[in-house]
Nanobody, 119 residues
Framework: QVHLVESGGGLVQAGGSLRVSCGAS????????MGWYRQSPGKQRELVAS???????NYADSVKGRFTVFRDNARNTVDLQMNSLKPEDTAVYYC?????????????WGQGTQVTVSS
């Protein structure tokens, strides 16, 4: 069983910064991707940023140059540093872990943490 616990988030003014953190516990396959998705009311959940355990990162175009994902393989954690925040970044941010084994792939989600950016 894999469990993801998120922390951070909150309320910040436009132009400000926030950091959200996520730690994974349990039996985790060696080959995996961790990252962050977000979902705002009336919209689908979308990828924000991700990092493979090999260090390959992927960012949504809307956050490139503003957000940075930090991965610690030894601790099974992934942080998202968010700078120059905009009101449109307001959403519930979800930590994601995707594992890859010979038998297939599994995806796990955290409970979500609210990020609100005021104008």
């Amino acid at each position: 069983q894999v469990h993801l616990v998120e922390s951070g988030g909150g309320l910040v003014q436009a132009g400000g910064s926030l950091r959200v953190s996520c730690g994974a516990s349990g039996t985790i396959a060696e080959i995996n991707t961790m990252g962050w998705y977000r979902q705002s009311p009336g919209k689908q959940r979308e990828l924000v940023a991700s990092s493979t355990n090999g260090g390959r990162t992927n960012y949504a175009d809307s956050v490139k140059g503003r957000f940075t994902v930090f991965r610690d393989n030894a601790r099974n954690t992934v942080d998202l540093q968010m700078n120059s925040l905009k009101p449109e970044d307001t959403a519930v941010y979800y930590c994601m872990l995707q594992t890859f084994t010979d038998s297939g792939s599994n995806i796990y989600w955290g409970q979500g943490t609210q990020v609100t950016v005021s104008s």
